[in-house]
């Protein structure tokens, strides 16, 4: 965070810019605000100022300048006192403003390899992040869930030698494999067993006392039952919200812990997916009669998703929870950024939660490597002109969400339209009729609908307008029968 002192009236307190007044020497507070801002975004720290009652500052000056900046500089290097010093000899610097000195300290965020920052040699008590109100302590659980991120081995990649390959469910499996083949083509590990096939995509590793092939946690957390992914992540929860008719609290509702399906990460994925996507006003392409519908907003979703899934904490309560309504679409996840909001929005450094994930997503195709996946998801929105997605971070518990608006910047929301209500559209579902039946002569009515998304009715009703005016004519009854197209 830059500070700019010729705009220093200006300036009012929040969470990443904490005035003090320091008349007696350093504050004790200010090593819980070091480590507060060090632990979320970084800040700026102003010793010689106090906060008036307007939120905005007044200088009350430094008395021994000389002596406060050593004794910071002693402090801040000691680790009984303090875990690590983030600052350099640029991050500290002193100005007079309205005739008073005052001290500026830029604290920088701590890298995750560096959190948690913490202070008095006090781990578990000496934690601290900024809220709205200031500094708080951490809780046990955000100071384990800063120290799982601090390796490079991310939490997924841990071998369980208490469970099975046979713990995986096979169907599951079945569907991941015939993915990979399809995104693929032939692939040297199409002829593997399941076994084989699972340790060389990172689902299971030899290990244990018995030397033999057990799960990875990334592969109960794929390919597992919701039951069995509780014995390792207890608040492991999977739910999908979509609320588009206000008068009724869910108009559909999927939850991992149903027992109606497996509730892992692969069938959630392809499961919330398809909801998401079915009622998208996005215009699509065909090609002879093959539709391509795979949109810039279809892929930003995907990316979306994966990207939820793949960075999500599943140590952290309250679990995944993506909601769909008219409006917008809302995915949140349990755990911070890693890289940090304002590196995520910028793009270029990839550091998922959960790497071993990401890998099997994106072996199937789903998932952005290089860093650039949410900022391609913005710039996707722009082009859509929708209003911007917006990212935040909430702590205790952690928490990311990200919100993407269906709605124009103007305000007008992306209604699906059809033939029947929008008259102008009925010239392009009768030529895209013609289209299917020219390239396929025998296509059912039911095919039709399907290949079009428009409802079985009203496909016999466009088909009946064109056979009145000429334009088609059936030969031979529903089975069996073809489409004839006049000149």
Not at 216 to 221: I, V
Not at 435 to 446: A, G, R, V
Not at 471 to 483: D, E, M, S
Request: net charge negative.
């Amino acid at each position: 965070m830059g500070f700019d002192f010729s705009q220093f009236d200006k300036y009012k307190e929040n969470n990443r810019l904490e005035a003090k007044k320091a008349a007696d020497g350093l504050p004790n507070s200010l090593w819980e605000t070091y480590s507060s801002m060090a632990n979320c975004y970084g800040g700026v720290i102003l010793l010689g100022a106090i906060e008036k009652e307007d939120g905005s500052f007044l200088t009350t000056g430094l008395k021994d300048t000389e002596k406060l900046l050593r004794d910071f500089w002693n402090t801040v290097n000691n680790t009984q006192k303090v875990s690590i010093n983030l600052l350099t000899d640029q991050d500290v610097e002193t100005h007079t403003i309205n005739g008073d000195v005052v001290m500026v300290i830029h604290m920088p965020r701590a890298r995750r390899e560096d959190k948690p920052v913490y202070i008095n040699n006090n781990l578990l008590g000496g934690t601290y992040r900024r809220n709205h109100e200031g500094d708080y302590r951490c809780t046990k659980a955000e100071v384990l869930a800063m120290l799982r991120d601090q390796t490079e081995e991310t939490s997924d990649m841990k071998l369980l030698v208490n469970m099975e390959i046979s713990d995986l469910n096979p169907e599951t499996i079945r569907a991941y494999r015939n993915r990979h083949m399809a995104y693929r083509g032939t692939h040297v590990w199409d002829n593997l067993s399941d076994a084989e096939y699972l340790d060389r995509i990172g689902a299971a590793r030899p290990g244990g006392a018995d030397g033999r092939l057990h799960p990875t946690a990334a592969g109960l957390l794929m390919f597992g039952e919701e039951y069995k992914i509780l014995y390792e992540y207890p608040e492991y929860f999977l739910d999908y919200r979509e609320m588009l008719d206000p008068s009724i609290r869910w108009t559909d509702r999927l939850q991992s812990s149903s027992g109606e399906w497996t509730g892992n990460l692969f069938d959630f994925y392809f499961r919330v997916y398809s909801k998401l996507v079915k009622d998208l006003k996005i215009p699509f392409k065909l090609e002879g009669i093959t539709r391509i519908d795979d949109t810039p907003v279809h892929k930003a979703l995907r990316e979306a998703l994966a990207n939820c899934l793949v960075n999500t904490d599943f140590f952290v309560p309250r679990g995944v929870v993506i909601r769909k309504d008219a409006e917008q679409i809302i995915m949140e996840n349990p755990g911070y950024v890693r890289t940090g909001k304002d590196q995520m929005l910028k793009g270029g450094i990839s550091d998922p939660r959960n790497k071993a994930l990401m890998k099997m997503f994106s072996m199937i195709g789903i998932g952005e490597r290089a860093g650039s996946g949410v900022p391609s998801i913005f710039d996707t929105w722009e082009s859509q002109n929708w209003k911007e997605p917006v990212v935040e971070e909430q702590y205790s518990p952690d928490r990311t969400i990200l919100t993407l608006p269906l709605v124009e910047k103007d305000g007008v929301k992306t209604k699906k339209t059809t033939p029947k209500t929008t008259p102008k559209t009925t010239p392009k579902t009768r030529d895209r009729i013609i289209l299917m039946i020219k390239d396929n002569p025998q296509i059912s009515i039911e095919e039709l609908a399907e290949s079009l998304e428009i409802s079985v009715n009203g496909i016999k009703y466009h088909t009946k307008k064109l056979t009145a005016e000429g334009v088609l004519n059936r030969i031979g009854g529903t089975n069996g029968g073809y489409w004839a197209i006049n000149s």
